[in-house]
């Protein structure tokens, strides 16, 4: 029952298994060889991507700028603020939800005629809760289209 590695090195049980004659020598150098061919194979199988781990890549960023995970972090962390919607007498009310769907990429046409509802009944309405990077930018960008907008943390019962 002879088994071989590849083709190369032919191994039987009588090679592992059979303890050495006195005085053969060459026993003990074909024992090494074989080994030192068995670990040279095992290490060269496993460095072609068999088991070995690629070195992670650290994103490197320049003193006094913020990496993409710092930005991510810091927006989640930061107090939320509400985006308010305030009513005017100057647009319609198909604009006013026009430019709610433009401008909050998430915004359903039922949530937007909500708004806008609230808005013109009650003088007032949220429009979103986001952090304040990101809220200060939906108002400017409500502001560019000629609505009246504001925002204000959240805590204070928005």
């Known amino acids: 029952m002879a088994t071989a590695i590849r083709g190369r090195v032919p191994l039987s049980p009588n090679h592992a298994f059979n303890p050495p004659k ?20 095992s290490t060269t199988a496993l460095g072609k991507g068999g088991g070995l781990l690629e070195k992670p890549t650290i994103e490197k960023t ?11 972090r810091s927006r989640k962390m930061s107090p939320p603020y509400c985006v308010l919607l305030h009513n005017d007498n100057f647009n319609k009310r198909e604009y006013v939800v026009q430019v709610l769907m433009k401008v909050i990429p998430e915004m359903t046409l039922d949530n937007a005629v ?22 200060e930018e939906h108002c400017m960008q409500l502001r560019g289209n000629g609505l009246l907008s504001s925002i204000e943390p959240a805590s204070d019962g928005c």
């Open 22 to 41: 006195s005085g053969d020598r060459s026993y003990f150098h074909k024992q090494c060889s074989i080994r030192n061919f068995l670990m040279t194979l």
């Open 114 to 135: 909500n708004i806008m509802q609230e808005a013109h009944y009650n003088g007032m309405s949220v429009v979103i809760i986001c952090a304040q990077v990101d809220a």
């Open 62 to 72: 320049k003193p006094g700028r913020k990496s993409e995970f710092d930005k991510r």
